[in-house]
């Protein structure tokens, strides 16, 4: 996972919206959509909690 996809996945699991991970890091909400369907691709998850979950398992967030 990109670091970038790493800091979306943390923002995610500490609740942030799409439109407030987009604002903190600076990007479009449409880049953030576009990286977290890469990250809930990669982690073959079905929705951003379980996007979290697997992620805290994995150890990629704590």
Known sequence: MSPRETEIN???ADG???AEA???LYLS???VR???S???RRLNAQN???VAVKAI???IID
Do not use: P
Request: hydrophobic fraction near 40%; charge should be positive; aromatic fraction near 8%.
């Open 34 to 36: 576009d990286y977290i």
């Open 48 to 50: 951003r909690t379980e």
């Open 22 to 24: 987009a604002l903190k």
């Open 16 to 18: 942030a919206s799409t």
């Open 10 to 12: 943390k923002l995610l």
């Open 57 to 59: 398992r994995m150890g």
């Open 38 to 40: 890469n990250i809930m």
């Open 29 to 31: 909400e449409f880049t």
